[in-house]
């Protein structure tokens, strides 16, 4: 006797069927009458129903309308034509959710032969990696927009300011420079909101109860949703806090508020919440970007018109809107992601059209306290020093120049970091402080400052951009908001962070070699 045979034959009899259900994909035989012959546990399950439901059954009786799809014309090619294959299928169940499965279909002696693997998963966080890439890339384009934009409203807002200083309260021109002003200042408020999108605004982060910060905005949101929308807050007591600049914090709960607002013409009802919650591996799983742990959870849910998954797709993008033109800038929820996603947190939208929408926000608890930083403010804007001034740009560098030359510096004017080293390395003079933007080519802003500090010991440093650059504050150049000041430039705030720099000895920024960027 074969005994391989006869243990194959005592595997077919008694454990087969356990084998096949044990199977992770989805098994299925359909003869050539369309019948299920065959269904293992994991194709139930797939299918949420039991084996029983479909064996004896043909495919249209189970699945009304199913011989008028793709699927069972790739079946009807392989059980007439033996043309074998893959694909992927969304089965759509009857609440109306889906999941989608990986599907081979191979001939057999009854018929065909599915084997189904579900996917949703995996395509889920395909989904979310690509989003992720695009929105990267768009915050890169927009980051650089605003820097170009910011330099050019340096000339436009200080040159403004110069004019009406110099002329007459009378002077019929000072209507006009007024006029540019604002617009300039209007231009300035969309650059700061490309920046805040793409995460390169600089803020002030310190240790907050979420809880105080919601209770404050939402005296200003009783005022702004109407009498139409009830305003509903549940905060969990004691929260761990959380490390995040409180005023972006408050604009981003205002942007989801109004953008609620929006979505409820006919009134309705917004609900915030807070919780601590505990992300574990499951949902890290599932969710691109997030860490496990405690997290502070903020909820804004509404109960308006919903959004598709289409408009879901690109609700974050800055630009982006379903309002009709001249009725919002798009830039609101970009704004909200980029606060969100700079402070370490994660954003989730839940929506179906016509059921509401709900925004989830998870900050990551503080594990340890900030040392605060506390900004002095200059009871003059003036002074004699000498401020070493180096900037790529020669609009810009001219107009900082000028405001520094009529607030009484003495300004040594460098075109390029080389230059600077130079005027550093050579000027017989004391230099007071080096006032340079951060990207410029060859040479950096952080690897000027050190080298200038090699030469200059105690010089005192002020780094100015229209964006900031993440490894820069990553690496914690930027230790105090007084060290920096982001562009565009005006007169007096500039002279303002100028003087202060001056008169902080504390701000003279430690820069090391290792951190110095490549």
Known sequence: MDHGLESASALQAGELAGVLDAMREGLQVIDRAWRYVYVNAAAARHGRVTPGDLVGRTMMECYPGIDQTPLFEALRDCMERGIEGALENEFRYPDGTSRIFQLRIQTCSAGVVVLSIDVTDERKLETQFRHAQKMEAIGRLAGS???????????????????????????PMCQDLEAIKRAGERAADLTRQLLAFSRQQVLAPRLVDLNDVIRESNRMLRRLLGEDVELISHLEPGL?????????????????????????????????????????????????????????????SDTGQGMSQEVQSRLFEPFFTTKPVGKGTGLGLSTVFGIVKQSGGNIWVYSEPGMGTTFKIYLPRADKALVPHLELVPKALSGTETILLTEDQEAVRDVARQILGRFGYHVLVAT??????????????????????????????????????????GIKVLF??????????????????????????????????????????????EVSSEAAIA
Do not use: C, W
């Open 464 to 509: 100015m951009s229209g964006y900031t650059d993440n490894s820069i504050v990553e690496h914690a150049l930027l230790e105090s908001p007084m060290a920096y000041i982001q562009k565009p430039l005006v007169p007096e705030a500039f002279a303002q962070k100028v003087r202060a720099t001056l008169d902080a000895p504390s701000l003279v920024p």
């Open 145 to 171: 927009v605003a820097h170009d934009f910011n330099n050019l409203l340096s000339v436009i807002l200080s040159y403004s300011v110069l004019l009406l200083e110099d002329l007459e309260p009378t002077s």
């Open 240 to 300: 761990p806090k959380v490390k995040v600049d409180p005023g972006q914090i408050d604009q981003v709960v205002m942007n989801l508020a109004l953008n609620a607002r929006d979505a409820m013409p006919q009134g309705g009802k917004l609900t915030i919440e807070t919780k601590l919650v505990e992300l574990e591996e499951g949902y890290v799983g599932m969710h691109l970007g997030v860490s496990p742990g405690a997290h502070v959870m903020l909820a804004v």
């Open 416 to 457: 390029d970091a080389k230059h600077a080293l130079y005027l550093a390395e050579h000027h017989p003079e004391a230099i007071d402080l080096l006032v340079t933007d951060v990207v410029m080519p060859q040479m950096n802003g952080r690897e000027l400052a050190q080298r200038v500090g090699a030469a200059r010991p």
